[in-house]
């Protein structure tokens, strides 16, 4: 068994789409970024390829290469997912956390849930996705940007 630990934050600013788990979420601000942004799915991906020691997500999806421009994270997700299988490795559960002081995001949870799930080719009960505040403590207290925090465990196929 393999276990990787995965950490993102991005900005919320206006003009942009809050992504979450491949969920749109409403929203008057979104998460700058290269990509789409979904800090969740970002988090999520650098647990993954940490647990092999395969580097973190911007050695496999740099932000300098157009390629990767307005990305759909999930896309990436399953491209990483690969990386996995071709390690003879599949998910054995992964438990993340969100942290923003808003919006709510406990009724977009299970959607969330079921993407990354899909994505990861594990059953629903696989995939844990909780959401904090800080208490209006620092950056995401300030409503200044979202982070997300991930924990992966692989096992071998």
Known sequence: MKIGFGYDVH??????????????????????????????VHAIIDSLLG????????????????RYKNADSRALLREVMKMISAENYSVGNIDC???AEKPKLASFIDQMRQNIADDLEVGISCVSIKAT?????????????VSAYAVCLLKTS
């Open 133 to 145: 505040t800080t208490e209006t403590l620092g950056f995401v207290g300030r409503q200044e940007g």
């Open 51 to 66: 647990s092999l020691a395969l580097g973190d997500i911007g050695k496999h999806f740099p932000d300098n290469d157009e």
């Open 11 to 40: 900005k919320l600013v206006e003009n942009r789409s809050l992504i979450l788990g491949g969920v749109e979420i409403p929203h008057e601000k979104g998460l700058l970024g290269h990509s789409d942004a979904d800090v969740l």
């Open 97 to 99: 956390t969100i942290c």
